[in-house]
């Protein structure tokens, strides 16, 4: 099986190679929006809003004006907060857990005819770099050996999601984007080592994005 998922990827890297257009390619800004959570993390645990933005590249793979690579780089604002809806009142629910990231997502994205004005797909991998954490509000715990930890929660340099994304094209310069990010990568590890917490403290801690935004694309 081993064997044949490396054929079948090499055969898809031969292909793409041979069909990528790097003289077409197209350049362009995005931002937007986000709301991001972070899975079987602090309680309470709640969303984070915070936003993007950044450049982008639309690489050519076919001779029919439809399908592109699209990489980016953005700053990316992620986290998550004490605010979940059950949690009114309680000792930390104004925590915040901000994670700023500079954030380089590749997208293979197809618009669904070769018309100028079209709904488009993407998918592909996010590879986040943190910049830095900004912690308010937070409790501060021991690790199971008893050295003062610091700031509840220290999020991990360099984390991978999955990304996929649906928008609408005008005329391929003006795009409206609506994308999903799914963590596959563990955001807090070093909160898998404290004590004190609930029977979710040793499961993967997932960065999960909702974010929606406008790019536009130069000639």
């Known amino acids: 099986m081993k064997k044949i998922l490396i054929s079948t990827a090499l055969c898809a890297v031969t292909f793409l190679s041979a069909q990528i257009d790097f003289s077409s390619t197209r350049y362009g800004i995005t931002a937007g929006g986000t709301y991001s959570r972070v899975s079987n993390a602090h309680n309470p645990s709640g969303p984070l809003y915070s936003f993007y933005g950044g450049f982008l590249a639309m690489i050519p793979v076919d001779d029919n004006n439809q399908f592109f690579i699209q990489p980016e780089v953005e700053y990316f604002g992620a986290g998550e907060s004490g605010k979940d809806k059950d949690a009114k009142g309680s000792e930390f629910y104004d925590a915040v857990y901000a994670n700023n990231y500079i954030s380089v997502p590749i997208y293979f994205k197809g618009y669904f005819s070769e018309a100028e004005s079209e709904f488009f797909a993407m998918a592909g991998p996010r590879f986040n770099f943190l910049i830095n954490q900004n912690v308010s509000g937070a409790p501060v715990r021991y690790t199971v050996e008893g050295d003062a ?47 004190g917490l609930d029977a979710s403290i040793q499961k993967k801690k997932s960065e999960q994005v909702f974010s929606v935004g406008l790019s536009y694309v130069f000639d």
């Open 149 to 195: 930890n610091g700031v509840n929660g220290k999020a991990a340099t360099f984390n991978f999601a999955i990304g996929l994304g649906v928008g609408f094209s005008y005329k391929r310069k003006l795009e409206a984007t609506l994308r999903y990010d799914l963590g596959l990568s563990n955001t807090y590890p070093g909160l898998m080592n404290e004590k």
